[in-house]
């Protein structure tokens, strides 16, 4: 994928640390992030990888309501205040006026932001007679696996500068889900424009926001280039330039930080952690992260329909041993599919244990007392659920080897990767989340509802009535109380079913070098350029 304006390819040497390093003026500020890899796309409407939400809805795009950056308070954003009807089922924004499109090579903004851009950006997602519905694709991943198609039943231009959301049903997570990254806010005007130039794919190729970056150019698996916005509606950012220098072993990375060809470098090898600590260039940064890594088992296909083989498999893994030799401690087992860092977690929930003999009786009594062959799917990325999922496919693959079960270790491209879940080819495979917003509806719908399973980030294909039924009651209510209850009796019936094991929850840890101030870990695994600096 190459935006339009990307006129000529970008020379080996682009790469060289003078080149990422070298300013633009003699007062510029640049700052060269290591990616580990490059986006899906630009919209973060059409995708759910954190490379994509980096790239472009952490910096260059913004929501009515976003959370205060490095933290999970939820704080105005394009909209200066919202009001909320008695019934639950109205929801009022008041935008606020005079803020800037960017401008690029392709599009000059004749207006500021108003209620039309809104009314737009929902509307393709949510009208399947919308013009730009089927556009890139149409696969509206985050929107279509939170309910959201079911959920809303008008979204109203009230006047230029207020919006109404109208719902079939109360959803206690609304407002929490509306600072997510597919509700950013796209310029309706580029996209009459670009419809009308027969190019409407142009706006997910080359992004127009209201957010402290724009794009400048583009060259896949080797660089984004990134300027300041002038006429950020917060205030220009501190950087004049922003680089992404696509690097995705963790080890490269690690040298370019030590070399100064990056300022920032996500997922570390765990096994640098060490040196990292003690190198006086780099300041390590940690925090526990609301994640979760696990594997998951397509429950459509055979064997994996049956219970009593995901159970057994669960148990033949010994987890201590992952948590060991690829989280190198920097994790901890999970029995649950939230972390425990957010509310609802259920203390009460008791893990699979580890036991190869129960494993072998309970697929015995299941038809498969000689095991079967399969596959494990791991993803070619690293993440901050899983730091190395070829080393953890390769440890999973020994414990079943020991009941039986023959298992050939499968990889793709991670664009590819994430396609073939999305068909549903796979039989068991790894993948992880990190919470978008500190709702457990963000974990329990999003990777595990009905809705989800159609179209959604629910690769297991998991639908259970009983499950379902619990979180969609526990939406309908804003009393945490009884939310939690419900959540907890979910836990239950999640590690019942076992459409996934759970692995681990991790530590994040984020290297940067010393000259970078003001940068804060995203507790939701993005990385936020605004705000930071680069000391002279």
């Known amino acids: 994928m190459k935006a339009n304006f990307v006129k000529a390819a970008i020379g080996a040497g682009l790469l060289a640390a003078t080149a990422l390093a070298a300013p633009t003026a003699a007062s510029a500020k640049t ?37 205060k ?58 009208d399947k007679n919308h013009p730009y519905n089927s556009v890139s694709g149409g696969s509206y991943e985050y929107f279509n696996g939170m309910s959201m198609p079911d959920l809303i039943k008008d979204i109203v231009k009230v006047d230029d500068y207020t919006v109404k959301f109208v719902l079939n049903r109360p959803e206690a997570p609304f407002i929490a889900n509306m600072a997510m990254d597919f509700a950013s806010i796209l310029s309706a005007e580029y996209a009459d424009q670009m419809m009308e130039a027969g190019t409407p794919e142009q706006v997910d ?37 922003l680089i992404f220098a696509i690097t995705p072993d963790s080890t490269v990375r690690y040298q370019k930080l030590k070399a100064g060809e990056c300022h920032v470098m996500p997922y570390p090898n ?40 995901r159970k057994a498999l669960n148990m033949a893994i010994n987890k201590d041993a992952i948590i060991e030799g690829v989280y190198q401690g920097a994790g901890v087992a999970a029995k649950n599919p939230l972390p425990p860092t957010i509310w609802s977690y259920n203390t009460e929930t008791v893990d699979d244990p580890y036991d190869p003999e129960a494993a072998k009786s309970l697929l015995a009594e299941a038809g498969y007392p000689d095991g079967f062959t399969t596959d494990i799917w791991a993803m070619p990325v690293q993440r901050p659920y899983n730091p190395n999922a070829r080393r953890m496919a390769e440890l999973i693959q020994a414990d079943w080897a020991a009941i039986g079960v023959n298992a050939e270790i499968v990889s793709y491209e991670w664009g590819e990767y994430l396609q073939r879940l999305g068909k549903g080819e796979q039989t068991s495979f790894m993948l992880g989340w990190t919470g978008d917003n500190g709702d457990p509806d963000n974990f329990l719908a999003v990777l595990l509802g009905c809705d989800a399973a159609n179209g959604g980030s629910n690769y297991a294909f998991f639908c259970n009535e009983e499950f379902e039924n619990l979180i969609q009651q526990a939406k309908t209510t804003s009393d945490v109380l009884e939310r939690t209850r419900l959540y907890e009796q979910a836990q239950l019936v999640f590690k019942r079913e076992a459409p996934w094991a759970t692995i681990a929850h991790s530590v994040v840890f984020e290297p940067l070098s010393t000259k970078v101030v003001n940068y804060k870990i995203d507790p939701f695994g993005g990385h936020i350029f605004y705000g930071v600096d680069i000391k002279e």
């Open 31 to 67: 700052l060269v992030y290591c990616s580990e890899g490059s986006p899906e796309g630009f919209n973060p409407q059409l995708y759910t990888t954190g490379t994509t939400f980096d790239a472009t809805s952490k910096n260059v795009f913004n929501r009515l309501v976003q959370f």
């Open 69 to 126: 950056r490095g933290t999970t308070t939820i704080v105005p954003g394009l909209a200066t205040s919202w009001d909320v009807s008695a019934d639950g089922m109205e929801y009022t924004f008041k935008l606020r006026e005079g803020v800037k499109f960017q401008t690029t090579n392709a599009f000059t903004p004749s207006r500021d932001f108003n209620a039309d851009d809104v009314v737009f950006s929902f509307k393709r997602m949510w």
């Open 270 to 309: 765990p096994a640098d952690l060490t040196a990292m600590e003690s190198d006086e260039d780099v300041n390590l940064m940690s925090q526990e992260g609301l994640n979760v890594g696990y594997l998951g088992y397509n429950t459509k296909k055979e064997p994996f329909t049956d219970v009593r083989v």
């Open 205 to 241: 190729l080359t992004p127009v926001g209201t957010g402290p970056f724009q794009l400048v150019q583009y060259q896949k698996d080797a660089v984004i280039r990134y300027k300041a916005h002038p006429d950020y509606w917060e205030g220009k950012a501190p950087l004049d330039n």
